[in-house]
């Protein structure tokens, strides 16, 4: 009965929080709650105000988006979120431009239906980001110019369904990243001008399509990127090879 009890609590969070998140305001509501939030942080001593914040948390755990605003394009998010396991319906998703203050930022087996999703230029300040086990329909999936702060960065087991997915001069600081077991779908895959950074890059028992992947002008030369996929069905690589080592080697020009 205790278990059933925290059950119902977290899923009353989670529903009060996405109907602040998604209320048909504009998003008035929720940046004023944010923009409250950092005031108290501000408000405490400089040597505190991470410490601080790092004890919250905005839950949105398994909640189902299935009517309200998908567009929360510049929204900051001021301390650690979870969206794991949350059912976004079909119809586009807007991250564009958000902000993550801190992490980790979890969108773990999180399901985004049919339609366009986008974390283009989303920045995901220091902690982890996690899509692991995360599903994708089959619209464009774009994290092009997003930045990733230094933390780990994980897509492990997600599914990026039959679209494109760009990420396109996205920065990655942190120590890792990891597309292990990621499934790339048929759709085209571009890393193009991607910073990997310096820290270690897997693409381990991944499984690749009959698109495109393509690393024209993407550095790799501070990190260690291994590429070890389980299967490239028909996949068609530009301006990259593999050692016999497994290590990802860009060749541009």
Do not use: Y
């Not at 079909?90 to 087996?109: L, T």
């Amino acid at each position: 009965a205790l278990l059933l009890g925290e059950a119902r609590k977290r899923r009353t969070i989670a529903a009060s929080n996405a109907a602040l998140l998604s209320a048909d305001d504009g998003g008035q509501s929720w940046h004023a709650r944010v923009d409250a939030f950092e005031w108290a942080i501000e408000s405490l001593p400089a040597e505190r105000r991470e410490a601080v914040r790092s004890r919250f948390a905005i839950h949105l755990d398994g909640h189902r988006f299935s009517a309200g605003r998908k567009d929360f394009s510049g929204f900051h998010f001021p301390c650690a979120v979870h969206f794991d396991g949350a059912d976004f319906s079909d119809g586009g998703v807007s991250f564009v431009g958000a902000s993550f203050a801190c992490g980790p930022a979890s969108f773990a087996a999180a399901s985004f239906g049919e339609g366009d999703v986008s974390f283009a230029g989303a920045r995901f300040s220091n902690g982890d980001v996690r899509f692991d086990a995360a599903r994708f329909g089959g619209g464009l999936i774009d994290f092009s110019d997003a930045e990733f702060g230094a933390g780990e960065v994980s897509f492990r087991s997600a599914h990026l369904g039959p679209g494109p997915s760009w990420f396109d001069r996205a920065v990655f600081r942190g120590s890792e990243l990891h597309f292990e077991a990621t499934d790339f779908g048929d759709g085209d895959a571009s890393f193009d001008d991607v910073d990997f950074g310096t820290g270690r890059v897997c693409f381990v028992r991944t499984v690749f399509g009959a698109g495109r992947l393509s690393f024209e002008n993407a550095r790799v030369d501070e990190c260690e990127a291994i590429f070890h996929p389980a299967a490239m069905n028909g996949t068609i690589i530009d301006c990259a090879h593999v050692s016999s080592k497994g290590q990802l080697l860009v060749s541009n020009g």
